[in-house]
């Protein structure tokens, strides 16, 4: 059962749930260390049971489950339960003050174990703390309660399968049509490809995706890959000249990475206040370690029949590629590559930081490319 479908008789001007809640004494609610409410009614305090051993299950990126134990013959006097929920950062904060409402839920006592569920205060991949108290509300409308009970924490999970679907479906409204590239490429300084052929053995290796992106992806901070691209520039058909990521380019045949034994996944859709939107996918070679992770986290798309990124054999002239035009691709292969299978060059253009995507913040207000689950 889901506690915003519970709480009918709760209001606060504040609260993303306005309307729902009604009847209820912010002041006159028992604090956490357990001080008088506002009647004194220390004793009647004291008769309603303090949840112990708190448990959270089945958690998801924007719901869990919550169930604790009580003594058997307490539960009839209990009416509510209070549950105060909080980003793990602000947990010293669990009383009950206007501004904070939104965290405080207030459901029915309902069996045990109970949902919480609702994006509008729970993100993905976020710590949260939760407590509870049980009340019995009294013929005068106000509620006697019970002593906070430990604080618990616990953190939200990743995006589903369906979730990511949801952001897929969205991204492929906004791909636009596809045009013909033949090369994938990545831009870093010159210390980078230095090492690589120094201390690397001649190859560039694969590192921890960072946290840009959509808040609940599954790959930030977990997949390990190399950053490409291969967007070209619409009146040349060639990739651009400037780049936000270094003066030196890698360049190499779109074949040598992308082709029928390599799997390709939607990873993420999003945007950095702009009007840009950015694609990641993942490119991974059947049966690495990469393929593994993603074939239980990504939705898997065919490479010859997608909106984003398509290798097709065409008769006579080999493998063809394609790429969306109306996104920004960020194409991230989970093998390593060694700098002899392409070519290292300098670039003509300029070094664009503005438009660097490393560690960015998606906008979570964008219609676009947003989803309601979480942010």
Not at 51 to 62: A, G, W
Not at 169 to 181: I, Q
Not at 231 to 236: L, P
Not at 269 to 289: E, R
């Amino acid at each position: 059962m889901e506690v915003p479908g519970l709480a009918h008789n709760i209001t606060s001007p504040l609260s993303p749930c306005e309307g729902m809640i009604k009847d209820l004494s912010l002041d006159a609610i028992q604090l956490r260390d357990g001080k008088k409410s506002q009647d004194g009614s220390i004793s009647e305090m004291e008769e309603l049971p303090v949840p112990q051993n708190i448990k959270i299950s089945n958690i998801t990126c924007d719901s869990f489950k919550i169930c604790w134990d009580m003594e058997a013959h307490t539960k009839e006097r209990i009416t509510h339960y209070f549950i105060d929920l909080n980003k793990k950062e602000n947990k010293n904060s669990n009383k009950f003050k206007h501004k904070d409402v939104p965290t405080k839920l207030v459901a029915k006592a309902v069996p045990l174990p109970m949902t919480v569920r609702g994006h509008w205060f729970l993100s993905p991949r976020t710590e949260y703390t939760v407590a509870v108290q049980t009340a019995s509300k009294q013929a005068d409308g106000d509620y006697t309660v019970s002593e906070w009970s430990e604080i618990v924490e616990f953190c939200t999970a990743d995006y589903s399968l369906v979730h990511l679907n949801q952001l897929l479906e969205k991204a492929e409204v906004n791909a636009g049509r596809m045009l013909p590239f033949s090369v994938f490429y990545r831009n870093q300084n010159k210390e980078y490809f230095d090492h690589a052929r120094d201390v690397l053995d001649n190859r560039m290796l694969p590192s921890i995706k960072d946290n840009s992106g959509s808040h609940g992806s599954p790959i930030s901070g977990k997949l390990e890959g190399i950053f490409f691209s291969c967007n070209t520039e619409f009146n040349t058909g060639k990739p651009p000249q400037d780049s936000p990521y270094g003066r030196l380019r890698f360049e190499v045949q779109a074949d040598a990475l992308f082709n029928p034994d390599t799997n390709l996944y939607f990873g993420d859709f999003y945007c950095m206040y702009t009007a840009y939107h950015y694609v990641i996918l993942v490119l991974a070679p059947k049966g690495s370690t990469g393929d593994d992770f993603c074939k239980q986290r990504l939705p898997a798309l065919d490479i010859t029949n997608n909106r984003f990124l398509t290798c097709k054999q065409d008769e006579g002239a080999g493998l063809v590629f394609h790429h969306a035009q109306d996104v920004i691709l960020e194409v991230i292969y989970t093998d390593p590559v060694n700098l002899a299978s392409g070519s290292v060059a300098e670039i003509s253009g300029h070094q664009l930081m503005s438009q660097s995507t490393v560690n960015a913040k998606k906008d979570p207000s964008c219609k676009a490319c947003n989803i309601s689950v979480g942010r």
